[in-house]
């Protein structure tokens, strides 16, 4: 369907006051004590004859044979209601006044859909409600863009009329499933003996993250709470306090600088287990995914998902984030490598490196050109350069054919099964780089030549991440996930003598190459703890200021536990197959924190600023 | 059970070092693969010989022939479980070790207890646990203050420890409570249409409330958000967006001086609706309160909860909250007392004021001393004296009989439907004034004598609201609810000419005298939003400036609508019997808005109040 041309509330399109002085002429109705007996995708043929009030929104009115209908919207669907002379009098004159987005409630009885006029796109296709009573509630000016889900209006615009945007069926289609995963997501825990309790958002700043949002006390000037990154330190606390299973749809906050799908404030499942083991945690988290999409998406899904160490994951495939729906693993020639003539591969072996392949089923297919681009690609991510060879019918095709003789040449076809037809790409350097190089450029390769299934939903479980690095600017260990992450019980020995070989009991969920969610089970007793500290550089003092009120609980009978978090918003994203976050959040803000309807952030009031005894001084900049 | 004076932790209160060498020594054991099979209030005589393994926390310790016996506690309740060298001699052994609060998980066998040894007011009583492998999952330093619900500590303490504080029983009972109230609402309105629809936390000040919190922005400098005091703009956005049916359980911020039992954060049950009648309100709330309280607190009540006008609630209790547990009710003897030849009675009436009484059955007996406490206290509320007649045997007695002829008694005698034994009290002045007196006499005789059955639940609803009131110091009128409630539209023709007398279509839910929620039916018509922000004073440049967003969105389409919320704390804090909300939050805040584990509020990094371009100036206050 599209617009009618002849629709009366078009003629005033481009002039809104006009338009105005128009709508004020109708006469508003008030809804008085009627009460709505079904929403506007629940009539069909066995309603026929039923007498009905329906209330919604005007989306599209036709005029036609002396008859006016009109296709009438709520939340749940589309209703065509249909306005007679010899049916009244009243109604139909007053629709005349109807235009898009208008707001009314008609009383009538549910007929039968002329032969040939039904519509079996609709619910309510088969009836039409002749209308005996018409209320117009309220009236409405154009809206700036139509209301439907084809739309070309930028997203400046759908955020600065956000209750607008909102009624787009898609939009309305995925807060409703947001809302129903919310519920799934409660009772599934709740079953399962969860409690969730609310932390606070007033609480104090936890170093080792990203920057806090800081909110001054007038109270005790000077000093200020910071919005909670994270509620980890109140669940572990939960956890000494007995409460054994701890689960909570918390706001969290991060000031960072925007990324194109980050929010500074987002929607976190969080979880906390006492007396738990990994497995355990696997299996409830498996249980969750696979109801939330079985009910909610109509997938079914494989469980127990794979699980992968961190250490295979960067080895296969060259990330902690593996998309496990398509091929093209990397592959170790190291060995054969180094017994080529290649200077560049003799070289990284030389230096500790390494040299990995990939090779593409049929790649050689890729021009020259787009071999350069792909080359100029895994220099973003350090490489120095990329191999390549093409197994074309008429023998080997690459710059470095001439450096490979037939033992290597025969090597690495068996260790990468190739095929004529097919390309290898190579990359020799320090493992880091070659995995990053690699592992993007395989992720690149299959978003080109579409070897992903796209409706395909490949869940994984990365686990034994390493529980340090080394921070070359502050040279010093950090922790990879967070400082109450417990080591591996059989690698405790080595924290104080090897601290970078000492595996974690942290564990991501992936899905599709993206992170959905992650957790760990954390240290519980007060001695591993300050070995942590002190493996991080962090003095008794540090400690003492930073963690204090933690490093006093564990010593009060702080039971075994662990969890896991998951963001919410990209879930919901995943799910809906929407392509940004924003469209799964109701009021969202902009790359630059802003929220274009409400105009937050805006000028406080100059005594609410003396009051906090806060000044504002941009000079210092 | 008392603790035993020869529990070995005991020996060590007052001497934590000394406790902690010793608590050294002992070896800790790793949960390993064991999963706990029952909770701690789960086993009774049914599952003798059943081999379990429980989980949790060492309650006390009895030695006793030859025999260690631990109540072993955890989340749901307590067993007792019983270490014996004839059945596993290395556990009877490492058990000698264990003190109140250690972590322990056990493998054993269910056995019943001796004869006579059955504690009926246990679950478990009946059986104890016979140790076969015995895990000290963690030590405890004795605990500040004994874990039971006793406690003679002081609430600074409890917040301090508040991960111990949460370990009583009591307590543990209140978060599931609450957790249960969630779940149950929750899923009430799901079931009816309800979606649920997470507004922002970091929003934009709106003006006519208490003291925003606010927070700088990073990104734009100068430019603060503010966590919002209710997301009533953004629910009436999602009626104008057309979701119809609204809620959400969502914190609030407030930053007032804080009362006795207010929180800088809170949590509100939040709740809107679209083409919907205060009748249908009223119903969909009061099945949800009915099924809260049935299920969860195991009281019937009876529905519908009746209903009285504010104009009543004033004129018969005094107070817009009337306590509906007992009589006492005021009664206007202004016709009366006019008639006397009592001075201030006829003064107030000349002054337009009027004389209104409670009879209080058998007050008689109130001592002289008892009396004039009563007269001082109605002062406080502005009452200039207060008059009394007691009805004794032999005839009135009262400072004012002697002013009172026969007709005036026999009238007053009818009118308030006297008998011997009784005391009639009198206030006469501004109505206003005799309200607010009588009414806080009402309640604090209801409480000196014990008039109201504290079991009993009485709910009321108050409608018909005032929709202004006159601000003598700001000189213009402000809105009693806030400037979005819609007039009765009976009213709505007097609201230039005399705006004072226009009812408002806002209403209160009261149970035993606490406002226990409210809401009205909003303004859904652009013109007359602009009609009451003239009234009260607010220029269109100052409404654009501040209500800009809404009032656009009320030209789009907006539907009919109307809401109400409530405070989810208060209603747990009721339903489980606290005497503050404190204990129905997990981490509260002090009076001073403090969190005395954490330390927030706190200094902030000198470096973030730079990037933020905000500076503290102690100097200027």
């Known amino acids: 369907m599209t617009h009618d041309a002849t629709l009366p509330g078009e003629r005033f399109k481009d002039d809104p006051e006009a338009k105005e002085l128009e709508a004020q002429k109708v006469t508003l109705d008030s809804l008085g004590d009627w009460v709505k007996t079904h929403d506007c995708n629940s009539l069909g043929t066995g309603n026929v004859g039923a007498r009905v009030r329906l209330m919604g929104w005007v989306d599209r009115r036709r005029d036609h044979g002396g008859l006016i209908f009109i296709d009438l919207r709520d939340r749940e669907g589309v209703t065509q209601v249909v306005f007679d002379p010899q049916a009244d009098e009243t109604s139909h004159r007053r629709a005349h006044a109807l235009r ?11 007929r039968l859909r002329p032969e040939g006029m039904a519509n079996p796109r609709l619910v309510t296709g088969g009836i039409e409600v002749l209308v005996h009573e018409l209320r117009i509630l309220n009236t409405s000016r154009t809206p700036p863009f139509p209301i439907e889900d084809d739309t070309d209006a930028n997203e400046s615009i759908r955020l600065r009329y956000r209750y607008l945007d909102l009624r787009r069926p898609s939009m309305m289609r995925n807060l409703k499933l947001r809302h129903q995963a919310a519920v799934l997501t409660r009772n599934y825990f709740a079953q399962r003996g969860f409690l969730e309790v609310e932390t606070p958002i007033l609480t104090r700043s936890t170093p080792e993250g990203a920057r806090d949002y800081l909110v001054p006390s007038r109270v005790s000037p000077g000093n200020f709470y910071a919005l909670p990154q994270s509620p980890q330190i109140f669940k572990q606390l939960l956890m000494v306090a007995g409460f054994e299973r701890y689960m909570q749809l918390v706001k969290c906050f991060r000031d960072e600088d925007l990324r194109a799908d980050r929010q500074p404030e987002f929607t976190q499942l969080d979880l906390e287990m006492s007396f738990i083991t990994e497995e355990q945690i696997y299996e409830l988290i498996e249980g969750w995914i696979e109801a939330l999409f079985r009910e909610l998406a109509g997938v079914s899904l494989e469980t127990p998902f794979p699980r992968i160490t961190y250490a295979e994951a960067v080895d296969r495939y060259g990330t902690d984030r593996p998309d496990i729906r398509y091929g093209l693993e990397l592959v170790d020639v190291t060995d054969i490598a180094r017994r080529s003539d290649v200077r560049v591969f003799q070289q990284a072996v030389e230096r500790g490196g390494v040299v990995k392949a990939i090779r593409l089923p049929e790649g050689g297919r890729l021009s020259r050109k787009e071999l350069d681009e792909l080359i100029e690609y895994v220099k973003i991510f350090g490489a120095k350069g990329m191999a390549w060879i093409k197994l074309q019918p008429d023998g080997w095709q690459s710059p470095i054919a001439k450096f490979l003789g037939d033992p290597v040449r025969e090597a690495l076809g068996q260790r990468l099964q190739a095929r004529q037809g097919d390309i290898l790409f190579f990359v020799a350097d320090q493992p880091g780089i070659v995995h990053d190089a690699l592992g993007n450029l395989r992720v690149r390769l299959a978003q080109q030549l579409a070897l992903m299934d796209t409706s395909v939903y490949k869940f994984t479980w990365v686990t ?56 760990s089970i954390r240290i519980h007793r007060h001695d591993v703890q300050q070995r942590l500290f002190a493996a991080l550089g962090i003095g008794a003092e540090e400690a003492e200021e930073k963690f204090g009120f933690l490093l006093e609980a564990l010593q009060y009978g702080a039971p075994p536990h662990g969890g896991i978090a998951f963001g919410f918003d990209r879930l919901i994203m995943l799910m809906s197959g929407s392509s940004s976050i924003r469209d799964v959040i109701a009021f969202p803000k902009t790359q630059k924190a802003t929220c274009l309807m409400s105009g937050a952030p805006s000028e406080p009031d100059i005594n609410q600023l003396l009051e906090l005894c806060v000044k504002i001084e941009k000079a210092g900049r």
Do not use: C
């Open 100 to 110: 898009s987005e208008y707001v009314i409630a008609v009383e009538g009885t549910v």
């Open 464 to 519: 034994q991440f390493p529980l340090l690095e080394w921070d070359a600017d502050e040279k010093r260990f950090t922790a990879v996930h967070h400082p109450f992450t417990a080591p591996m019980e059989e690698d405790l020995d080595r924290l104080e003598t090897q601290p970078e070989a000492v595996r974690s009991r942290a564990y991501d969920l992936v899905l599709n190459g993206t992170e959905l969610g992650g957790g």
